[in-house]
């Protein structure tokens, strides 16, 4: 049956989308702060451009905005984002992710110390659902590691760069697996179950090497360092990732970690009740801005996708595409890109996540390994970009004892990753169906 109003593919129906992405980019690079403009306000400016440009009636265009922004996947994230959001905060609060740091750190000895900081931070980044959390906390340790010698620092923040990417890609309360798994429409077990195949031997060659590079390493540094942790406040984090992996569904997941961690605060006197409610309301507020931008993007989306745009990407990257290994590199590519252009895993997976999916439906890809391969194609990008945050912020950390070379190369996890990808990209994918 054929549509009563098709869309005609058009190339101006983008422009929307370029202001916004090219706005965020260009303040970002004329700060040199890719957070200096609040990505929601460049997503308005792009908005403000469709509702110029686009010849519907304002009243259609704004019920389009809305469709948009109420879609249901745009608001399952939103609320996802912001249980995450509160989980992370009731756990920072009770001292959990103190006692993950301290806990690692008790237990390795100075030849296992790269191999150590790398699984530290994966389990912390894992845990708490965000890079940038593992790096600003082990940041400072690894730099009084380094310090007392014997150590690559370059090695050290390396390891820390992996790990944090690794537990990043793979949490279930990260932006970019709530991104990628609304967007493909898929579980996030499921999704993770398919990324740790192509994630795990990549972390596994990873440790092999920096165990190796660890061998000659000698104890020159203090013995008689104290550290101080209660295993037991680390429960609620392992509670989260066994009820992920067992395909609990997600709402119920973050709200048994919330009550989970409330509990052993308010027994260990971190906190009041009162004063648990008002955290997991900070918890809200910090997801203030990732809960903005799918919101808007998802309204953007569809002004730019109701006038022909997205049908016209769509249209030149089906030239590209002549079998399923060829869609997957398609969408690899497609994140990857507009991940150089803007600096952001999370943003770059929502603005990719609907072309993505109808590539997917059309070449009877399978969801959870499309949600795998968008979202670690945006955090190795991510992870290389010199002007990423996770980079910047290590560099700082560093007070230029490293440049962006001696991290990079020394980032074994996402070179290692990239292969692994491809890899499972070219020998795990059905080569039955050929695109005619």
């Known amino acids: 049956m054929a549509k009563l109003n ?4 058009s190339f101006t129906a983008l422009i929307p989308l370029f202001v916004f992405v090219f706005t965020f980019l260009g303040v970002g690079l004329y700060q040199n702060d890719f ?3 609040p990505a929601p306000i460049a997503v308005i400016l792009g908005i403000i451009v469709a509702f110029v440009m686009f010849k519907q009636s304002v009243n259609s265009k704004i019920q389009t905005l809305l469709k948009g922004c109420g ?3 745009i608001l399952t994230m939103c609320l996802i ?3 995450a959001g509160a989980f992370a905060a009731i756990t920072k609060a009770t001292g959990s992710v103190d006692a993950i740091v301290n806990l690692g750190l008790d237990f390795i000895a100075i030849e296992y110390i790269y191999f150590g900081v790398f699984i530290i931070a994966a389990f912390l980044s894992v845990s708490t659902g965000t890079s940038v959390g593992a790096i600003v906390t082990l940041a400072p340790i690894i ?3 380094a310090d007392q010698g014997g150590t690559s620092l370059a090695v050290l923040c390396g390891a820390l760069l992996g790990g944090s990417m690794f537990g990043d890609n793979l949490s279930v309360i990260s932006d970019t697996t709530i991104a990628a798994t609304q967007s493909l429409d898929c579980k996030m077990s499921d999704k993770f179950k398919e990324n740790i195949k192509i994630a795990l031997p990549a972390a596994i060659i990873t440790s092999v090497i920096l165990m190796v590079q660890g061998f000659d390493l000698e104890t020159n540094t203090a013995e008689n360092v104290i550290y101080t942790y209660n295993i037991i406040k680390i429960l609620p984090y392992i509670l989260v990732i066994l009820l992920s992996v ?10 048994l970690g919330i009550i989970s961690a409330g509990i052993l605060g308010l027994f260990y006197g971190d906190f009041t009740l009162i004063e648990s409610t008002k955290i997991a309301y900070s918890g809200f507020t910090s997801m203030t801005e990732i ?3 799918s919101l808007l993007t998802g309204g953007l989306a569809a002004l730019v996708e109701k006038n022909g745009g997205i049908d016209y990407v769509l249209n030149k990257i089906k030239t590209l595409i002549k079998s399923k290994k060829s869609a997957q590199f398609g969408i690899a590519g497609l994140v990857s890109t507009i991940n150089v252009a803007i600096a952001n895993n999370t943003v770059s997976i929502i603005i990719a996540g609907s072309i993505a999916k109808t590539i997917n439906d059309e070449y ?8 795998s391969i968008l979202d670690i194609f945006a955090c190795i990008t991510q992870g290389l970009l010199p002007y990423g945050a996770q980079v910047l912020m290590i560099l700082s950390f560093s007070q230029s004892k490293i440049n962006y070379i001696d991290l990079v190369q020394n980032t074994w996890y996402l070179l290692l990753l990239l292969v692994s990808t491809i890899l499972f990209i070219v020998f795990r994918t059905n080569k039955k169906q050929v695109i005619q």
């Open 71 to 73: 879609d249901d996947k």
């Open 246 to 255: 067992f395909g609990v569904n997600v709402f119920v997941t973050l709200l």
């Open 143 to 145: 730099m009084g590691i």
């Open 81 to 83: 984002y912001l249980l």
């Open 364 to 371: 009877a890809l399978d969801n959870k390994k499309t949600a």
């Open 6 to 9: 098709p869309i005609t593919p």
């Open 35 to 37: 957070y200096a403009l």
């Open 291 to 293: 809960f903005l931008l």
